[in-house]
């Protein structure tokens, strides 16, 4: 009887550091300049993928701004790539979820709910965004990239704020 209550409890021990070690966040540590193209990247991603959504469904607005979004993405892309190329640093290929998924299908939506989820899909993926430039900010070990972080960070910010007020609006 002992031996099983001393088992239940070496259990019972070793599983609470167990719970309280998977609260903690895999990005506790600063991000790398790699981590940081690599989360650049797929945020461009996003940003054209939300090109093509707005191919299916949307109404000019909406094309438009994607059209922009996307234009600003390559361009930041390019400067990415600029600086992966001088620091030698290989992003990894991160997941990304579907645009599409995370907007309303285009059969089943009409146009105003089409646009509320067209800005609501936005602004988790700018706050993601922004959140990894200012943990790399906090340790940058690159000036380079760590400059364009800063240059990036208020236009971010900005259209961020633009999808919020947006939205309310519709």
Same mark, same amino acid.
């Given at each position: 009887?002992?031996?099983?209550?001393?088992?239940?409890?070496?259990?019972?021990?070793?599983?609470?550091?167990?719970?309280? %070690?998977?609260?903690?966040?895999?990005?506790?540590?600063?991000?790398?300049?790699?981590?940081?193209?690599?989360?650049?990247?797929?945020?461009?991603?996003?940003?054209?993928?939300?090109?093509?959504?707005?191919?299916?469904?949307?109404?000019?607005?909406?094309?438009?701004?994607?059209?922009?979004?996307?234009? #600003?993405?390559?361009?930041?892309? @390019?400067?990415?790539?600029?600086?992966?190329?001088?620091?030698?640093?290989?992003?990894?290929?991160? @997941? %990304?979820?579907?645009?599409?998924?995370?907007?309303?299908?285009? #059969?089943?939506?009409?146009?105003?709910?089409?646009?509320?989820?067209?800005?609501?899909?936005?602004?988790?993926?700018?706050?993601?965004?922004?959140?990894?430039? #200012?943990?790399?900010?906090?340790?940058?070990?690159? %000036?380079?990239?760590?400059?364009?972080?800063? #240059?990036?960070?208020? *236009? *971010?910010?900005?259209?961020?704020?633009?999808?919020?007020? %947006?939205?309310?609006?519709?």
């Amino acid at each position: 009887m002992r031996v099983l209550i001393a088992i239940i409890l070496l259990f019972i021990g070793t599983a609470a550091p167990a719970d309280s %070690t998977g609260d903690r966040k895999p990005l506790d540590r600063p991000p790398s300049a790699t981590d940081v193209i690599s989360g650049l990247y797929n945020f461009s991603r996003f940003q054209q993928g939300l090109l093509e959504s707005t191919d299916l469904k949307g109404n000019a607005e909406v094309k438009n701004l994607a059209a922009l979004r996307a234009e #600003e993405a390559a361009k930041r892309d @390019k400067a990415l790539r600029q600086i992966q190329e001088a620091i030698g640093a290989e992003p990894h290929a991160g @997941k %990304t979820a579907s645009v599409g998924a995370s907007l309303i299908e285009p #059969e089943t939506s009409d146009g105003p709910s089409f646009v509320r989820s067209f800005y609501a899909s936005q602004i988790p993926e700018y706050e993601s965004a922004i959140d990894l430039l #200012e943990r790399y900010l906090k340790a940058p070990d690159n %000036t380079a990239l760590a400059a364009f972080a800063r #240059e990036q960070l208020p *236009l *971010l910010r900005a259209q961020v704020k633009d999808a919020e007020r %947006t939205m309310a609006d519709k």
